[in-house]
């Protein structure tokens, strides 16, 4: 029957896509630019990558431009990176190219996909594991299941290095300062004992923050100026998609050396 035949098709394909990402060169936890921009660059790379994001859509702020007038600003330092992922874009002054966001969004989106990259929706990761005091993975749960307060136990999944993209939040940054009893870096300094997380400070970090901040935990996008006190910068994305690639780069040259 074909409606038995639909029903098998998506619960086995979909289990043998989870099974072979259950070890992973890279864990990408959030779907905004900076992290399907990475994760582009290192699938294509050859490396072992998937994206978890726990909404339905990934792509971040992306989607909705500036207060859903839905165009993007990118600076002319990021345009090698629209013009990899076919993106059309136009010339607003000397400085800054205007792209549609929704074409935009798909592009990068489609560009990992096809690259190598597997994307998890409606994923969020709580956890992350550690192994002899390194970032050694990501403990992941339905985003539903959280949501709803559901108690229902997680899943492992198993990577050499994990990034951190979820913007403002940082959450990973903040799950391990929390479980290894540090403080996280602010523009005043504070932290607890001799240990810190390495961050960046400052209005143009976003892509100067873009490192490894504990063994095994990158940190690439927002986050990396997040958990530097950063405010938000707004919709300017070519620093997001430069941190992307900037971090993909870093692990590439690490894992391939």
């Known amino acids: 029957m074909i409606e038995k035949e639909v029903s098998k098709g998506i619960i086995s394909t979909y289990f043998e896509k989870m099974e072979k990402c259950l070890d992973l060169d890279v864990a990408i936890v959030g779907g905004g ?3 399907i921009v990475a994760a582009y660059y290192m699938a294509k790379a050859g490396l072992k990558v998937a994206l978890f994001d726990r909404k339905l859509s990934p792509g971040g702020g992306m989607w909705g431009g500036a207060m859903m007038f839905n165009q993007l600003v990118i600076q002319k330092e990021a345009l090698a ?3 990899d992922f076919d993106i059309n874009y136009e010339q607003y002054n000397d400085d800054l190219f205007t792209a549609d966001s929704i074409e935009s969004t798909s592009a990068l989106l ?3 996909v096809h690259a190598g990259a597997t994307i998890f929706n409606c994923y969020s990761v709580e956890d ?3 192994k002899n005091n390194i970032v050694s993975g990501v403990v992941v749960n339905w ?3 959280l949501r709803e307060g559901l108690h229902v136990d997680p899943l492992n999944i198993m990577a050499k ?6 913007g403002h939040d940082s959450e990973m940054c903040k ?3 929390r479980k290894n009893g540090i403080k996280l870096n602010t523009s005043t300094g504070d932290v607890i004992g001799e240990r810190s997380l390495d961050v960046a400070e400052g209005e143009q970090q976003v892509v100067e923050g873009t490192k490894e901040i504990y063994p095994g935990l990158y940190v690439c996008g927002m986050a990396s100026s997040a958990v530097g006190g950063t405010p938000r910068m707004g919709p300017i994305f070519g620093g997001m998609l430069m941190s992307g690639k900037k971090v993909a780069e870093m692990i590439i040259k690490r894992i391939q050396a």
Request: cysteine-free; glycine content about 8%.
């Open 81 to 83: 990176i629209i013009k």
């Open 110 to 112: 489609y560009k990992a």
């Open 161 to 166: 290095f994990v990034i951190d993209g979820t």
């Open 33 to 35: 630019p900076s992290g």
């Open 128 to 130: 992350v594991v550690f």
């Open 143 to 145: 985003t539903p299941v």
């Open 175 to 177: 799950v391990v300062a």
